[in-house]
């Protein structure tokens, strides 16, 4: 049960949304910006990221809703996004995005995690400026967001399909249209 009046029948950060709309823009512009904007990254891989970080925090609503999203995305779909969350280390990704999923879980530790021993296998394996930036600033926006999902205690569904209703979603129409 949420710790604050929200509608029981809306998961996640939506409900909070509805609570406080006036929130609603500017997280959502954060949101697109981040998933669907301008980015060496591809969608998929900054929605992996999100997935990665959110699974590092327990939370499941984002860890479920950009799981399912990313999957829609990448070649491999859910059991690629399955693999990196079981061992990142073994998963069928490329040195470039391991190396920029350890940034991530650096930064889900805290900040000052970051370090020559995450940035170096990350330039090693081709990532440019730009990829760290965008990485961190989409680990470090997502530990708001499961924060504030999870500090809530908004619902999360139980039933992997509403994830995947969910993750189809935004993959087609992104943060800015709820």
Known sequence: MAHIALDEHVPGLPSLLAFRPETSGPLMALAETLLRGESPLSRGERELIAAYVSELNG??????????CAAVQLPGGADLVRQVHADL????????LKALLGIAGAVQRGGREVGEAHLAPARAAGATDVEIHDTVLIAAAFCMYNRYVDGLATATPADPAAYAEIGE?????????R
């Open 169 to 177: 979603h935004l993959a087609a129409r992104g943060y800015a249209e």
């Open 89 to 96: 280390a073994a998963a069928p990704i490329s040195d470039k």
């Open 59 to 68: 939370c499941r609503f984002c860890a479920g809703s950009h799981g399912a």
